[in-house]
Each structure stands twice: as C-alpha cells, then as structure tokens.
C-alpha cells in the first residue's frame, strides 16, 4: 500500500531534526523536501512485514522491497503499521524490524514506527525504544478495546508525546479500534509542540470535515483512506497513508 501527496507544498522533511526543536521543525511535513512533482508530489509506502514460510520475519526480502521504494522516489517508510503483520508479532520481532528498516534505509529518506497499544505504558516503552533505534517519526493508535473518555483518551495520546523528542502522528481508525478520538481531544492535542498530526481513517467525511479545522503548518491531515482522499477538500489535506 502507498500513499499520494493531494496538497502541493506539504513535502516529508528530512532525518535532520535536532532533539530540541522549536514547534515549526516538530513535523514530518515541511516545504520543498520531497521528490515528486505537480499535484501529486509525495508517496508514503506502508511496508507489511515480509514473512518467511517458517513464520519469521524474512529480512532479506524486507531488504529488497525497501531500496525498491528508496530507488523508485517513495519519500518515507512506515514499518510496523497495521497494513502488515506488526499485531501478531513479538516485541523482539518489532524491534529487530524497526533497526533493520532504520539501518537499511539509511537516513535517505524518513522511517515512522508504529508504536501504537492499547496500554498507554506498553505504547510508551515502544515509542522510547523505537526513538532510540532511530526511527524518525511515530504513529499512535487510539487506546483500541479499553472504551476510554476523553480525558483518558487525551493521556494516552499526550503521555507518549510529552516523553519522545520524534514527532508524532495520530492514527483514527474507529473501524478497527472500537474508539474514535474525539473532535476536541483532537483540537487539544493539535496545540501539543511534538504532535505532527493525524491520520484520519474512520471513513466519516463529516469528522473529517471538523478535525481539518485543526490543520496547518503544524498540524498535518492525512488520509487513511483512499475512497475519502478526493472528497477531502485539497486545501486540507496533507498525506494520505
């Protein structure tokens, strides 16, 4: 699965984001960045986890298919999101992707982990270790099962961005999760300096609609879905994913 630029100027940035950044350099999106061209200028690959017969992790072939992104112009890789096998892995399995997609990639474009749990603590330790193993950006899914209020869905979300020095996306996917982020826990932490922004997949043009509101230079929308990245007026999207 890839993703496509719909709002020209909004390019990924580079790995060249020093640990205490003002808010303006806490994105994964900024101007004059990306390869692409014209409308349609950035491409996001969501990378599934390559696995052998055996049930492991073949990282030869995760080795392959990520320098074909890197040499055909994808401007960033997202490892461990939901599109591959990352719920059914093991923690030591999550962490040797991660190092692995880091050290191949190399630095020559953006590597975003999927760090996201239910478990705000689990999330945490996640996000600090895939910081550390170098990735450059997270993603973070809504507390999935738990049923949490807004105020419990707003920690989750603020506790993990208030102890990583990586930005942060948002990840909306009701249809999955159980759990959509409210519109005004999304306008709460729009303002947070090491949220970058959200990725919106509950299929909900309406929802989308109010959280574009929160949408700027600091704050990307990106679509997670590809049948709403057309409807999505163009001057409020970012990314899809």
Not at 31 to 39: D, L, N, W, Y
Not at 146 to 155: C, D, V
Not at 186 to 207: T, W
């Amino acid at each position: 699965m890839s993703c496509s630029l719909v709002r020209p100027g909004a390019l990924l940035s580079t790995r060249r984001i020093p640990a205490a950044r003002p808010r303006s350099q806490r994105t994964l999106v900024s101007p004059g960045a990306g390869h692409g061209q014209g409308p349609l200028q950035e491409l996001l690959a969501l990378r599934p986890e390559d696995i052998s017969e055996d049930g492991s992790v073949n990282f030869d072939q995760l080795e392959r298919l990520l320098e074909f992104h890197v040499e055909n112009g994808t401007d960033a890789i997202l490892t461990l999101g939901t599109t591959g096998e990352s719920a059914t892995m093991t923690d030591d399995e999550d962490n040797s992707v991660v190092a692995a997609v880091v050290k191949h990639v190399a630095g020559r474009v953006p590597v975003i982990a999927g760090s996201g749990s239910n478990s705000t603590q689990t999330m945490l330790t996640k996000s600090l270790t895939y910081q550390g193993l170098g990735a450059d950006g997270l993603l973070l899914i809504t507390p999935y099962y738990n049923k949490s209020n807004e105020e419990g869905i707003y920690q989750h979300f603020k506790t993990v961005a208030d102890a990583v020095d990586i930005p942060c996306i948002l990840y909306n996917v009701p249809g999955r999760t159980g759990c959509s982020i409210p519109v005004s826990v999304v306008e709460r932490l729009a303002k947070h300096p090491n949220i970058a922004g959200i990725k919106e997949a509950s299929g909900d043009m309406s929802y989308a609609m109010k959280i574009a509101r929160c949408a700027g230079p600091d704050f990307a929308l990106y679509s997670g879905n590809d049948d709403i990245t057309v409807p999505i007026p163009v001057s409020y999207t970012h990314l899809t994913l």
